[in-house]
């Protein structure tokens, strides 16, 4: 199982980006997957924003993030992405997308066992 993230950059205040994280290796259409996107700052912990499973296409967003970013997939594409708006300098870090076989939950960051290898937004101010 290989996922990829893409879509990172280097936006101004305000901007948008829509990250994508395509899975290759499983069917999302086959078996419920779930995706979750994380990130991390220099010198903070790594931390949860959203998540989608394949089974039932329900996300969940966390508050930190909510009304700005929102998390969709395509289950034809094997492609999970995350659209992020009203950017501020404070979500700059690398994002990470992870994958889990079943359904999201507050644990997927500890569980899941595929990884992308990051995607760096920065956010100009």
């Known amino acids: 199982v290989q996922l990829v993230e893409s879509g990172g950059g280097l936006v101004e205040v305000g901007e948008s980006l829509r990250l994508s994280c395509a899975a290759s290796?499983?069917?999302?259409?086959?078996?419920?997957?779930?995706v979750g996107w994380f990130r991390q700052a220099p010198g903070k912990d790594r931390e949860g924003l959203a998540c989608?499973?394949?089974?039932?296409?329900?996300?969940y967003v966390k508050d930190i993030v909510k009304g700005r970013f929102t998390i969709s997939n395509d289950n034809v594409l094997n492609t999970v992405y995350l659209q992020m708006n009203s950017l501020d300098p404070e979500d700059t870090a690398v994002y990470y997308c992870?994958?889990?076989?079943?359904?999201?939950?507050?644990?997927?960051?500890?569980?899941?066992?595929?990884w992308g290898q990051g995607a760096q937004v920065t956010v100009s101010s």
């Open positions: 989608v499973s394949s089974r039932d296409c329900v996300p």
């Open positions: 290796g499983l069917s999302f259409a086959s078996y419920p997957v779930a």
């Open positions: 992870a994958a889990d076989f079943g359904d999201c939950g507050y644990s997927l960051g500890s569980r899941a066992p595929y």
